[in-house]
């Protein structure tokens, strides 16, 4: 039986590609998630066209929380906060894998620390010790998501302090064509968010669309 996965804030760079692989794959069903459902909805819409069946739903950030206990966040820095103020008591006793980086414009080629550590860090100390919080998917170029190759040649560092949590942001990964790495507890998040500001100079300099991080030896 497939599990479900909401992707919070799905409609941005991000969530639909990480929602059309998810969907694809037939490991999961799909919800994508917005403050305002019309979006939700039209980006779902959208997706479906190119799946050629009604496989995603679009939701209210609210409903599509409700609707299951694997969650993904794909917002912008400046929402973070304000977002999971919002859903923290929707989100309790479920896992939230969080795709956010701290990047500060317009300068996002440069690594910025936010104040708690990380994004993933923040996450944990908003939604507290009820929630699971992994943090993933960072690296990966929306780029990449957006082709139709089932493989994509990157992998996923995911850090989190829950074994369960993490084993399913693997699977996760797994599903949208790339190899999932544990990378340790959550606090090494800030490492792999960092990353994503070095991986956008490497584009601009290199004059290229999604660099990304692999792993040799494994």
Not at 83 to 93: A, E, H, I, S, Y
Not at 160 to 176: N, S, Y
Request: net charge neutral; hydrophobic share 45%; charged share 20%.
């Amino acid at each position: 039986m497939s599990k479900t996965v909401a992707v919070l804030g799905g409609t941005g760079n991000e969530g639909p590609g990480l929602a059309l692989r998810w969907a694809k794959s037939g490991k999961y069903q799909v919800i994508i998630g917005s403050r305002q459902l019309e979006k939700a909805q039209r980006v779902a819409s959208e997706l479906n066209e190119r799946l050629g069946g009604e496989l995603i739903r679009g939701m209210a950030n609210e409903d599509a929380v409700r609707a299951t206990d694997l969650c993904v966040l794909t917002i912008p820095y400046s929402a973070h906060h304000a977002t999971l103020t919002g859903l923290r008591d929707l989100l309790q006793g479920k896992i939230l894998i969080d795709v956010t980086v701290p990047l500060k414009p317009p300068k996002v080629s440069h690594v910025n620390v936010p104040p708690g550590g990380s994004a993933g860090q923040e996450a944990q100390a908003i939604l507290g010790a009820g929630v699971r919080v992994v943090s993933a998917f960072q690296n990966v170029g929306m780029a990449h998501l957006a082709e139709d190759e089932s493989h994509i040649d990157c992998d996923v560092l995911i850090c989190g302090d829950h074994k369960d949590a993490k084993a399913e942001a693997i699977a996760l990964a797994q599903a949208a064509g790339m190899r999932g790495i544990d990378a340790g507890p959550l606090q090494n998040a800030v490492v792999v968010e960092g990353l994503t500001s070095i991986l956008i100079g490497i584009n601009v300099r290199h004059k290229i669309k999604g660099a990304g991080i692999k792993i040799t030896g494994i």
